[in-house]
């Protein structure tokens, strides 16, 4: 595998949220080799548009205090459960 270099970029994952304030997309960002955390929220404006909210901060801390430096988002789980895909 090649190396890979993701300064300056990020990704957003959509995330199963039952909390309606949460952002609906959120994920790594680095920035000139600095890492961040980018929380996306789709809106609509007063007068009937659609668009994206964007927040960037400093990667959220897991629970027990260790900083969120290797974001892994959670995969979904497919309708089959943990089974195998019968194909």
Not at 5 to 23: L, Q, V, Y
Not at 72 to 80: A, C, D, E, G, L
Request: hydrophobic share 25%.
């Amino acid at each position: 595998m090649s190396n890979y270099d993701n300064t300056n970029s990020g990704a957003a994952f959509e995330r199963d949220n039952a909390n309606p304030k949460a952002p609906k997309w959120s994920g790594p960002l680095d920035v000139e080799g600095k890492q961040y955390e980018i929380s996306i929220w789709e809106k609509t404006s007063k007068a009937g548009s659609n668009f994206l909210s964007i927040k960037v901060g400093p990667p959220r801390e897991k629970k027990g205090g260790s900083s969120n430096k290797s974001f892994t988002p959670k995969p979904k789980q497919n309708s089959y459960g943990d089974e195998e895909i019968p194909f």
